[in-house]
């Protein structure tokens, strides 16, 4: 199993950007999606997640602004990222919890990162 982001940039404060996420492999299903960033300096935090029901959660610092979607007949999810600000700035990471075909329990998966810019 593998996952892809792409979609990172730069971009000027108040800009958007949208970040994808595509599933590959033996997948048998998908429970949730979620993105997650890492700035420099300082630990990986959530973005927001999205589950298979169509559950979302987001950090209190982007709700509102980012939105989350999925499209999971396509193993993919979104970010949507709107009204971004310096403080955006960070690699942004995919992560899917998802079950195999053959295996019991669904394991979680991280992509590469996908490096966001906001600056003047």
């Known amino acids: 199993v593998q996952l892809q982001a792409s979609g990172g940039g730069s971009v000027q404060p108040g800009g958007s950007l949208r970040l994808s996420c595509v599933a590959s492999?033996?997948?048998?299903?998908?429970?949730?999606m979620g993105w997650y960033r890492q700035a420099p300096g300082q630990q990986r935090e959530l973005v927001a997640t999205i589950t298979s029901g169509g559950t979302t959660n987001y950090a209190d610092s982007v709700r509102g602004r980012f939105t989350i979607s999925r499209d999971f007949a396509k193993k993919t999810s979104y970010l949507q990222l709107n009204s971004l600000k310096p403080s955006d700035t960070a690699v942004y990471y995919c992560n899917a919890g998802l079950t195999s075909v053959g295996s019991v329990y669904p394991v979680n998966y991280w992509g590469q990162g996908t490096l966001v810019t906001v600056s003047s």
């Open positions: 492999g033996s997948i048998f299903s998908i429970n949730r």
